[in-house]
């Protein structure tokens, strides 16, 4: 049985580097029995799911984060929706997606909402853009940090490399490495920790720390929708509240599934009426 997926924290001090480990073995496996999706389009969106997710890593506690990617060249909906918790739903749409898109045209809407303040929303045009650079584009433009997302191919896994500012705020030189030479010199680490596919936290902590990195913590990622029956009727009223004759159709009952998490609701007229 697969433990639940992880994200690590991990810090190379003398190199200014921070390395967040996204082992997601279970929770990719969990999607797919969740979505009926197609062959290159869950690949896609594996690829995709797998390099946005560790951006949870920059959010606060109580803080909850969307991330909404709509593509018209060519044509489909991709929804992420987690919080700081770890808690994630997420949707591709149509279900009948099979690409695996060369390249993006589209935008992005990416939305912040804390429990103090109002929330931050943030729009990204994207314009003929590799997938691996949608992911890049968020992290340099919403997030302005010198991060780049490694993606395994042996394992359902992915790490965001982050250079760190400067310890002396006030050099013009940093003489640290730059990330993209820090990615280069440690290729052959990157391979072996995705090669060795583990969920396991002692072998994973001690993979990373073998190599000098310290360990920071980790928190569990996984699939939890909070729809619910009142949520569902809340929606229904105020979108057919003057027109439930041709939202029902002469039905008594009307069966409605969650797309994120296909639970079905059985909702009636007076649950939309409110008697």
């Not at 990622?221 to 003057?242: D, H, K, T, W």
Request: charged share 25%; glycine share 6%; net charge negative.
């Amino acid at each position: 049985m697969l433990a639940v997926s992880r994200l690590y924290s991990f810090l190379d001090h003398k190199k200014g580097v921070n390395i967040h480990f996204l082992e997601g073995q279970k929770i990719i496996h969990d999607l797919v029995l969740l979505h009926p999706m197609q062959a290159n389009g869950f690949a896609y969106f594996r690829d995709t799911f797998l390099g946005l997710m560790p951006i949870i890593f920059f959010l606060k506690p109580g803080e909850s984060l969307g991330i909404y990617i709509d593509s018209e060249e060519p044509y489909f909906r991709l929804k992420i929706e987690t919080n700081s918790a770890g808690h994630t739903r997420t949707l591709l749409l149509p279900e009948n997606f099979d690409l695996f898109p060369e390249k993006i045209t589209g935008k992005i809407r990416i939305t912040k909402i804390s429990n103090s303040s109002t929330p931050y929303t943030s729009m990204l045009d994207l314009k003929n853009v590799g997938p691996q650079d949608v992911i890049n584009q968020i992290l340099a433009e919403s997030y302005q940090t010198n991060s780049e997302v490694i993606i395994g191919t042996q394992s359902d896994q992915s790490m965001l490399v982050t250079k760190l500012p400067p310890m002396n705020v006030n050099s013009q030189n940093d003489e640290t490495e730059s990330r993209k030479d820090y990615i280069t010199k440690n290729q052959q680490f990157f391979y072996e920790v995705f090669e060795m596919a583990s969920d396991d936290i002692e072998k994973i902590v001690n993979k990373f720390e073998g190599h000098g990195l310290a360990y920071l913590g980790s928190r569990q990622i996984s699939l939890f929708c909070p729809c619910s029956q009142e949520r569902m009727v809340l929606n229904l009223r105020g979108l057919y509240a003057n027109d439930l004759q041709d939202l029902f159709n002469e039905k008594d009952i009307l069966d409605i599934k969650c797309d994120y998490c296909r639970k079905e609701y059985h909702i009636s007229k007076a649950d939309i009426l409110g008697s």
